[in-house]
C-alpha cells in the first residue's frame, strides 16, 4: 500500500494567510478570476431533457467568477452533471450519499472555499471606489503607513 508522498489532496489545503505570504515566492499556478464573474453567452446544456430547475442553476452558475475557468477547460458536462445531482438531492428523501456526491463535484469545480485553494483559484478584489472617486483619484487620500493607518484605527 503507498504511503505519504504528494498526491492531489494529500495535507490540509493552504490557508488565505499561506496563499498571500507565498505568493511572492509562487505567484504562478494561482489564477485570479474575475469579481464580475464570466461575461458572454451561456453554453449549451449538454443533458438531455433539463428540467426549468436545472436550467436555472445552470444560468445561475455560469455567471459565477469560477465559470471563466470552466469554460477555458470545457467543463460543460462536468457542471451540468453537479447541476443534475443538486436538483436530485434537492428532492425530499435523498440520500446521504447523493449529498456527498454534491458536495465532492462542489469542490472539484472551485465552488466551495477548499475547492478554490485546491484549484489555486482567487477572485479579484472588488473597487470599493465609487465613480466620482475612480473619475478624480486625487480626491482618494489613501494612507500610504500601515503604522498611520493602524493609528489612525486606535486612535493615536
Do not use: C
Not at 2 to 18: K, L, N, V, Y
Not at 97 to 122: C, D, H, P, Y
Amino acid at each position: 500500500m503507498a504511503r505519504g508522498g504528494a498526491r492531489a489532496r494529500s495535507g490540509p489545503a493552504p490557508t488565505s494567510t499561506e496563499r498571500s505570504h507565498k505568493a511572492k515566492a509562487d505567484t504562478q499556478g494561482w489564477v485570479t478570476l474575475p469579481a464580475d464573474g464570466r461575461e458572454g453567452p451561456m453554453p449549451h446544456f449538454p443533458l438531455s431533457g433539463p428540467s426549468d430547475r436545472e436550467m436555472d442553476l445552470w444560468e445561475r452558475l455560469w455567471e459565477t467568477p469560477q465559470a471563466t475557468m470552466w469554460e477555458q477547460l470545457s467543463q460543460e458536462f462536468e457542471v451540468a452533471s453537479y447541476v443534475r445531482l443538486l436538483v436530485r438531492a434537492e428532492k425530499p428523501g435523498s440520500s446521504a450519499i447523493i449529498w456527498g456526491q454534491v458536495k465532492q463535484f462542489a469542490e472539484s469545480l472551485g465552488l466551495s472555499v477548499s475547492g478554490m485553494q485546491r484549484n489555486r483559484w482567487t477572485i479579484a478584489a472588488v473597487n470599493d471606489l465609487d465613480e466620482d472617486q475612480a473619475a478624480n483619484p486625487s480626491a482618494v487620500s489613501p494612507v500610504a503607513d500601515l503604522r498611520e493607518r493602524l493609528k489612525a484605527v486606535q486612535g493615536g
